[in-house]
């Protein structure tokens, strides 16, 4: 079978998963990319022995890739998948899909009319322990839920935002603390306890010197009946890992990142340990493995493949951003 070939577009932070991922699976291969800094292009193209393209339409008229990664600044997204699908290529997309709801819903239409699958990135999905609660939720086993909290007390220094041309903007960021970190914790909500509906939102900037909310706060309602607090901040020293707490009226279960902290089942403590907390993400935004996109691109590639559904797919990156675009709207009219 011939491999999957795969462009990366922006070549950061995050475009460095992308490629270690690409390069760890079978039948998936990185043959370019392109970045509008040439000195970072060429240097990443270096390093994986693959070539740099002189702009991002030579890369999508390149017929012999089949798939791009897109790992631009958030603000860029939308556009930029909506061209890909439009040339016929399947869109890995990094979070968040868009910057509104209503972007995010053209880059599904696109999707839909072009018949390519985009993949929106939310790597934490794939960790056995999410996927472990998942199924003990879809068979039952917490009993009714009746709450399920999200708490991302993130912190970062001011450099994160200073030494960025595009974090911390409304134009290219779309929000803070919510849009570019909470995003990832509001998918997993959703994941495993269904769709929510916002009953408040509070967004404030209360430490940093950006446009955007470093601080937020929401009480949401589940379609199951559960309600729950979305909290989400950079402005919590020194930062505290994620938390998603569940409870129903037969078990609980806490996640730290994505870890087990805590299950129990009809009375039976089946784990219950300290996860070793506040280290990576909270405070560093470097401190970032690849484990996770490399099992979401598995099953992106597999996807193409026919060989399995796609687990993360544009409804999912659409849903995360219209319930953080809600938050944003409530604060506003401080409803
Ligand atoms: N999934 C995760 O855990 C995770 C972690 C970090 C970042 N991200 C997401 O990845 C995206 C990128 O974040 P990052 O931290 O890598 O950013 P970054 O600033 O480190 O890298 C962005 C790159 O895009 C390039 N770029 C900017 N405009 C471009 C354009 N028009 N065409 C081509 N290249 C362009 C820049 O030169 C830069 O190299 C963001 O949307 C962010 O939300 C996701």
């Given at each position: 079978?011939?491999?999957?070939?795969?462009?990366?577009?922006?070549?950061?932070?995050?475009?460095?998963?992308?490629?270690?991922?690409?390069?760890?699976?079978?039948?998936?291969?990185?043959?370019?990319?392109?970045?509008?800094?040439?000195?970072?292009?060429?240097?990443?193209?270096?390093?994986y022995?693959?070539q740099?393209?002189?702009?991002?339409?030579?890369?999508?008229?390149?017929?012999?890739?089949?798939?791009?990664?897109?790992?631009?600044?958030?603000?860029?997204?939308?556009?930029?998948?909506?061209?890909?699908?439009?040339?016929?290529?399947?869109?890995?997309?990094?979070?968040?899909?868009?910057?509104?709801?209503?972007?995010?819903k053209?880059?599904?239409?696109?999707?839909?009319?072009?018949h390519?699958?985009?993949?929106?990135?939310?790597?934490?999905?794939?960790?056995?322990?999410?996927?472990?609660?998942?199924?003990?939720?879809?068979?039952?086993?917490?009993?009714?839920?009746?709450?399920?909290?999200?708490?991302?007390?993130?912190?970062?220094?001011?450099?994160?935002?200073?030494?960025?041309?595009?974090?911390?903007?409304?134009?290219?960021?779309?929000?803070?603390?919510?849009?570019?970190?909470?995003?990832?914790?509001?998918?997993?909500?959703?994941?495993?306890?269904?769709?929510?509906?916002?009953?408040?939102?509070?967004?404030?900037t209360?430490?940093?010197?950006?446009?955007?909310?470093?601080t937020?706060?929401?009480?949401?309602?589940?379609?199951?009946?559960?309600?729950?607090?979305?909290?989400?901040?950079?402005?919590?020293?020194?930062?505290?890992?994620?938390?998603?707490?569940?409870?129903?009226?037969?078990?609980?279960a806490?996640?730290?990142?994505?870890?087990?902290?805590?299950?129990?089942?009809?009375?039976?403590?089946?784990?219950?340990?300290?996860?070793?907390?506040?280290?990576?993400?909270?405070?560093?935004?470097?401190?970032?493995?690849?484990?996770?996109?490399?099992?979401?691109?598995?099953?992106?590639?597999?996807?193409?493949?026919?060989?399995?559904?796609?687990?993360?797919?544009?409804?999912?990156?659409?849903?995360?951003?219209?319930?953080?675009?809600?938050?944003?709207?409530?604060?506003?009219?401080?409803?």
């Open positions: 079978m011939e491999n999957i070939r795969f462009g990366i577009i922006g070549c950061g932070v995050i475009a460095e998963a992308h490629a270690l991922s690409i390069a760890e699976i079978k039948g998936a291969e990185l043959i370019g990319l392109f970045d509008r800094n040439r000195d970072r292009a060429e240097a990443f193209a270096a390093r022995g693959i740099a393209y002189p702009s991002y339409a030579s890369m999508l008229a390149d017929e012999t890739i089949d798939a791009v990664c897109i790992c631009t600044p958030s603000g860029l997204h939308a556009d930029q998948a909506v061209q890909a699908l439009r040339e016929g290529k399947h869109v890995v997309l990094e979070k968040p899909m868009a910057l509104t709801a209503a972007d995010a053209k880059v599904c239409r696109e999707s839909e009319i072009s390519h699958l985009i993949t929106v990135i939310s790597q934490n999905r794939f960790r056995d322990d999410v996927q472990r609660i998942k199924r003990l939720i879809d068979e039952g086993s917490f009993g009714q839920l009746v709450m399920c909290d999200l708490y991302m007390k993130y912190w970062r220094e001011p450099s994160y935002y200073a030494n960025s041309t595009w974090r911390g903007t409304w134009r290219m960021d779309g929000g803070g603390a919510l849009m570019n970190q909470g995003i990832h914790g509001v998918d997993l909500m959703r994941y495993l306890v269904g769709d929510a509906t916002l009953l408040r939102g509070r967004a404030k209360l430490v940093h010197n950006i446009e955007v909310e470093d937020a706060a929401a009480l949401v309602e589940f379609d199951c009946g559960a309600l729950g607090v979305i909290e989400a901040s950079t402005s919590a020293y020194p930062g505290f890992s994620r938390r998603i707490e569940i409870h129903g009226s037969k078990g609980y806490t996640l730290v990142d994505s870890t087990l902290e805590k299950l129990c089942i009809d009375g039976e403590m089946l784990v219950d340990k300290t996860v070793l907390t506040d280290t990576g993400t909270a405070s560093d935004p470097t401190m970032l493995g690849h484990e996770g996109h490399a099992l979401q691109l598995r099953n992106f590639v597999a996807a193409i493949r026919g060989e399995e559904a796609l687990l993360i797919t544009a409804h999912d990156g659409y849903e995360a951003v219209r319930l953080v675009e809600e938050i944003y709207r409530s604060s506003e009219n401080g409803k």
